[in-house]
């Protein structure tokens, strides 16, 4: 019976078209997959070579004066020995999203969130400053990623491949020389789905390793096996599907409108509603109301700041002492701004995080009830396996604001102390651990 | 003899169990979609409002200061929301919300809400526009697909034929009778689309660019219509004729859009963010900072400006030498961001030049820019709003450099003048996408075409 099947698909010229688009399919998205991750690698190597070149140029001056052949600059911003200069200003450093193995798979959110952030002593840019620049219609259209071609297009040819098993039987007349014969006719459905089922499902594999292979992404890694295995889980699904409507005895019309309806409702309906009931029960934060908030809350914070010096003076009285010997403009600011970024940062991230867990909760909310639909699963696992899911990039803003602490601790301690730069220190600058 | 043909085909139509079903789905999506997006919009709208008044009092009473540091404190200019997002809402979700406008550099419109939303929203999003230009196209499928294969399965053709009804008749009056069903559908959700504009704070011109889009919805769905019943006259059997038209319908809606945008990733690309900044960054370097005085370039300028009024020293200037140096520097940055954004959008423009011509292929991405022109809810709009956010920049920023010397206060900056968005009108929105109405109307006549042809080869027999 297999041989038979075997040649009954071989020879459809309908499954070697099915075949040959799903081919042309897989492979052109996985090349515009690998041109989206190319462009980050670029982007990545351009904002790395800036901060090398930045810090490389002022080591270099350093030494000479260290020598003594040279003497330190007048602008204090230029001074490669001066902690504050080196840390803030036009010094920082880049910290960058490095894109996983799998990352061709899907373009999840990465042409919404920036894939870099500048970090210095003034702050982080994560959340703004570094946009994409991707054209609003692209974005709004999404792209033809792998995730696409198999939570989308993979159904459609499914309901293709398996629409018309028994109903093309009774179309012809066989149907009553199938019945005929001493066997059930639901398992001779069941073993035909079967049949299909594991010949696309090895189908596919071959065919998404091979792309990948001449695409030459890194695909010897655990994360590959989930995606196989999900594509396998996802797969299933619509072929049960396909058994089932198969088993109503309608005829192939009605069949394909049947199955086109439940993929409208798993693919576009239930994650509509999903979509809706998430932003109705929990709002995304008004970004306009943010805005004039925002202000009015930085010049709330322009009326404590005294108090918050005099208050920190108060707790160590040491600094206070500092504050007064203090010559130049310089150090009178930054003794004092020192002070009060820090107390700036705590003040500003209470009131951001109000407008962050509002989006927060919509999220956790429209993952818990994902499970209505394999078509959100699959998709937000593919997001995971390329490290494009929101939550990927939210953990990185994170952990800007976080690194952010230890590089301006690192530059606070050397300030305070009033040491000067040396060589040594340019190689032992906070980096990024990487993620 | 049409109109008996057409009556026959509504009947059996609306005796359809699978097109009450369908039907019935739509209309509650529609219905349910409309209600939510106008919720959505009166909320939007409302905060728009307040966050305008309340920027609009924190730019007045920001307290005494210099006018140039008034100029760098800086306020906001908020994106209206144009009333027809209710039907269509475009590219809204992916475009920043408000400008900062302050001294030295024009800002991009920043906070997306799509950044605040769950990974869904950019999934599906069910709005009006989503039920009109994707899934009702399916309907016109299902109503359409076998209105010959039926008769030709069933032998009644023959016999119709042998009555003495001509094929063309035959053809008009199946038309009719598709065209009068989905009319009953779509007429009073037409109607309530209607009522929610009309309940809502509507301008100018609004209600003819309703119009307009249902115009360019109904041509939209003529030429499914056409494609469906040449399929259904060309076919053999219903079953072929409904494969053909749903992978018609997905490589309209689905494929093509989605192509199209990796396509013009690639032919125009966009730069990246770092080399955007840089070539910023180095073009202002090229002229006069107007924070500045030892530059090269502004003691050129003063030297200019003392042989111009035949001087010796900036004391004895008859102008103010501060300030024209910073209305200077100002005019210089001005020019180099203009520039910038100018290119930026440009490469925008190609790309969306690569979606118009794959609307060869897929009269979906017309619809869609087509729908998203007319509710005002596309690039273009959004670059008018750019682009007079920056004139009141400019506007603002020269009258506080050209301002009174020393401390303002809050007498003067309620006398600063206000950001008043005038949007896109009417006739330059037709003007900028008659191109695409155009092609819509080829492509109906196209699928018209393919319809009169169907016939004359004598396919029904």
Redesign the interface.
């Known amino acids: 019976m297999i041989k038979l099947e075997l040649k009954n698909i071989v020879r459809n010229p309908l499954v070697l078209i099915l075949v040959l688009f799903l081919f042309v399919f897989i492979l052109f998205a996985s090349y515009s997959g690998k041109s989206r991750v190319d462009k980050q690698l670029e982007g990545i190597e351009l904002v790395k070579t800036k901060e090398n070149t930045f810090y490389t140029n002022h080591k270099n001056n350093l030494k000479f004066i260290e020598n003594g052949t040279k003497e330190a600059p007048k602008r204090v911003f230029e001074d490669p020995t001066n902690p504050v200069a080196m840390g803030n200003y036009y010094g920082g450093t880049y910290l960058t999203v490095t894109p996983a193995p799998l990352s061709v798979i899907s373009n999840g959110q990465s042409d919404i969130f920036p894939y870099y952030s500048k970090v210095n002593i003034g702050g982080t840019n994560a959340e703004k400053d570094n946009d994409n620049f991707e054209n609003p219609m692209n974005i709004a259209t999404g792209g033809f990623d792998l995730a696409f071609v198999f939570v989308f297009i993979l159904p459609l040819l499914i309901i293709a491949f398996s629409y018309n098993i028994l109903s093309s039987e009774r179309e012809q007349g066989t149907l009553r020389l199938l019945l005929s014969m001493p066997i059930n006719i639901k398992t001779w459905l069941l073993k035909k789905i079967m049949f299909r089922y594991f010949f696309l499902v090895l189908l596919i594999s071959a065919l998404l390793t091979l792309s990948l292979s001449i695409i030459g992404a890194n695909f010897l890694n655990t994360s590959y096996l989930i995606l196989l295995s999900s594509i396998v889980l996802y797969t299933l699904f619509w072929f049960g599907l396909a058994f089932l409507i198969n088993l109503l005895n309608k005829s192939s019309s009605q069949n394909i409108i049947l199955l086109l309806g439940t993929w409208l409702l798993f693919v576009l309906i239930i994650p509509s509603f999903v979509n809706i009931l998430a932003s109705s029960m929990y709002p995304s934060p008004s970004r306009v109301e943010y805005i004039t908030s925002k202000r009015a809350i930085e010049k709330e914070f322009e009326k404590k700041e005294e108090a918050i010096l005099q208050k920190f003076y108060e707790d160590n009285p040491s600094e206070k002492d500092k504050e007064n010997d203090a010559t130049d403009r310089f150090r009178t600011y930054w003794n004092k701004n020192f002070i009060l970024l820090n107390e700036k940062n705590k003040f500003m991230d209470a009131f951001e995080s109000k407008y962050e867990n509002q989006s927060m909760n919509q999220r956790e909310f429209a993952n818990k009830l994902s499970w209505f639909s394999p078509a959100i699963i699959f998709q937000n696992t593919m997001n995971e396996i390329a490290e494009t899911d929101t939550q990927h990039y939210l953990s990185f803003q994170n952990s800007t604001k976080t690194f952010q602490k230890e590089w301006t601790a690192y530059f606070y301690n050397k300030y305070k102390n009033h040491q000067k730069l040396t060589v040594e220190d340019f190689n032992n600058f906070p980096k990024q651990k990487n993620n | 003899m049409i109109l008996l043909i057409a009556k026959k085909e509504v009947r059996e139509l609306l005796r359809n169990n ?1 097109f009450r079903l ?1 039907s019935i789905t739509l209309l509650i ?1 529609l219905v349910f979609s409309m209600f ?1 997006s106008w919720n959505t919009h009166k ?2 709208l409302q ?2 409002q ?2 305008q008044n ?2 609009r009092e ?1 730019w007045e009473n920001q307290g005494k200061k210099s006018a140039h540091s008034a100029a760098h404190y800086g306020t ?1 200019a ?1 994106k209206p929301i144009p009333t027809l997002s209710l039907i269509d809402n ?2 809204n ?3 920043g ?2 400008i900062f406008l302050e001294a030295h550099r024009q800002n ?1 419109a ?17 709005s009006p526009a ?1 039920v009109f230009i994707f ?1 009702m196209p ?1 309907l016109i499928i ?1 109503l359409g ?2 209105s010959f294969t039926t008769e030709k399965e069933s032998g009644t053709l023959q016999l119709i034929l042998s009555q003495g009804a001509s094929k063309r008749k035959l053809v008009l009056g199946k038309t009719i009778g598709i065209w009068l069903a989905l009319l009953l559908l779509l007429i009073p959700v037409f109607i309530l689309g209607f009522c929610f504009i009309v309940f809502s704070d509507y301008g100018n011109g609004d209600l003819l660019r309703y119009g307009f889009i249902l115009i360019s919805l109904l041509l939209y769905y003529g030429i499914f219509i056409h494609l469906s019943i040449a399929t259904s006259v060309w076919a053999k059997s ?2 072929f004729s ?2 053909i038209l ?1 992978s018609f319908w ?1 490589i309209s809606a ?2 093509m ?6 396509i ?3 032919t125009h ?8 900044q ?1 070539n910023i960054k180095e073009e202002l370097a090229d002229g006069i900072n107007g924070h500045d005085l030892s530059s090269k370039k502004a003691i050129a300028f003063k030297d200019s400006l003392l042989t111009k009024h035949n001087v010796s020293s900036i004391d004895k200037l008859p102008v103010n030498f501060y300030q024209l140096l910073m209305q200077a520097g100002e005019k210089h940055e001005t020019t180099v961001y203009k520039n910038a954004m100018t290119q ?1 959008n440009n ?2 423009i190609e ?2 030049k690569i ?1 118009q011509l794959n609307a060869f292929i897929s009269p979906t991405i017309l619809m869609r820019m087509l729908s998203m022109q007319f509710a005002n809810t ?2 273009q709009s ?1 670059y008018n709003f750019t682009y007079q956010a920056e004139e009141y920049r400019g506007a603002l920023i020269s009258s506080l450099n050209n301002g009174p010397k020393g401390v303002v206060n809050t007498d003067f900056f309620k006398k600063n003048i206000k950001f008043e968005y005038q949007p896109i009108t009417l006739s330059q929105t037709i003007e900028k996408n008659a191109s695409n109405l155009m092609y819509l109307i080829i492509w109906w006549l196209l699928s018209g075409l393919l319809v009169i042809l169907s016939v004359q080869k004598n396919k029904l027999k």
Do not use: C, W
């Not at chain 2, 690309?269 to 955007?276: D, F, G, K, M």
């Open positions: 699978r369908i999506l939510i909320k939007v905060e728009h307040t966050a309340l920027a924190q906001f908020f475009g590219l979700k992916y475009l919300v408000s991009s920043s906070y997306k809400q799509i950044t605040d939303q769950n990974d869904l929203a950019r999934f599906a999003d069910l989503f899934l399916l299902l697909f076998n219903s079953n409904l494969i749903l997905m689905l494929l859009p989605k192509l199209t945008a990796d013009s990733k690639k690309r966009t730069p990246s963010p770092i080399v955007y840089k930026l490469i925008y790309q969306l979606h596309d690039l959004h």
